[in-house]
T-cell receptor, first 113, second 111 residues
Framework: ETGVTQTPRHLVMGMTNKKSLKCEQH?????MYWYKQSAKKPLELMFV???????ENNSVPSRFSPECPNSSHLFLHLHTLQPEDSALYLC????????????FGEGSWLTVV | GQNIDQPTEMTATEGAIVQINCTYQ??????LFWYQQHAGEAPTFLSY????GLEEKGRFSSFLSRSKGYSYLLLKELQMKDSASYLC????????????FGTGTQLKVEL
């Protein structure tokens, strides 16, 4: 139990579907992140939110749409994805964005068919 | 990821010591993390180094040389459960808390 909970753990969706990934952190942190982990590739930062405000969008395609209603919750809305978007999507949180340790959730395995 | 270089795979024997090396971009360097990730699980924090030297935490130690752009993770008294991927990641100045990860080193511990 890392204090960062992600649902669903596994998701299969068609290219025309709309789905969402949910993340909740129970650590009292104020920064939250989405990372993408593909096979044989490094973890890639997608988005950073600090006190609900987006502070980083790492050139992510618009078919991925994040939402951060408060410091404890983060969503990733998915729409018209491509098969190459199949990956493990990891949510993380930290206390601030100044070199503090980042704690990861267990991830959501996404398969786009 | 292209700024971080670590071996793809390593194999070691139970009870032995293994050293996993990592080289990183030195320009703007502001700290180095090591994470452990078991298959299908979250990466978990192991260590953070920002100053030169060795940080020891039980069976795990992490070393940093800022002038050489080099770090290593040392695992002692290896156990089967230490079989996992070990991720090296750096933070750059002015980059907020954006970690740049290497591809990870898959460690296999054998009997």
């Amino acid at each position: 139990e890392t204090g960062v909970t992600q649902t669903p753990r596994h998701l299969v969706m068609g290219m025309t579907n709309k789905k969402s990934l949910k993340c909740e952190q129970h650590l009292g942190h104020n920064a939250m992140y989405w990372y993408k982990q593909s096979a044989k590739k490094p973890l890639e930062l997608m988005f950073v939110y600090n006190f609900k405000e987006q502070t980083e969008n790492n050139s992510v395609p618009s078919r991925f749409s994040p939402e951060c209603p408060n410091s404890s919750h983060l969503f990733l809305h998915l729409h018209t994805l491509q098969p190459e978007d199949s990956a493990l999507y990891l949510c993380a949180s930290s206390q601030g964005v100044a070199g503090n340790t980042i704690y990861f959730g267990e991830g959501s395995w996404l398969t786009v068919v | 990821g292209q700024n971080i270089d670590q071996p793809t795979e390593m194999t070691a024997t139970e009870g032995a010591i293994v050293q996993i090396n990592c080289t990183y971009q030195t320009s703007g360097f502001n700290g180095l993390f090591w994470y452990q990730q078991h298959a299908g699980e979250a990466p978990t924090f192991l260590s953070y180094n920002v100053l030169d030297g060795l940080e020891e935490k039980g069976r795990f130690s992490s070393f940093l040389s800022r002038s050489k752009g080099y770090s290593y993770l040392l695992l002692k008294e290896l156990q089967m459960k230490d079989s996992a991927s070990y991720l090296c990641a750096e933070i750059l100045t002015g980059g907020g808390n954006k970690l740049t990860f290497g591809t990870g080193t898959q460690l296999k511990v054998e009997l």
